[in-house]
């Protein structure tokens, strides 16, 4: 199972939520099957809906 707290660590030289959603659907293609958003990422710029958003591109809602 991955967890947004792994993608976050692994990566903390990205600056912005817009950066994190091409991450999740990298790790998603790589076939990764459960995601646990266990943290809420800390950008000035995060949605309301942030939850909503990183499910969608886990899944591949987002294109």
Known sequence: MLRLSEILVANQDIESFDELI??????ARSGER?????????????????EDRLEAAFSGLLR
């Open 22 to 27: 091409p991450l999740v659907q990298a790790v």
């Open 34 to 50: 459960f995601f646990r958003m266990d943290v809420k990422p800390p950008y000035p710029d995060t949605p309301e809906n942030w």
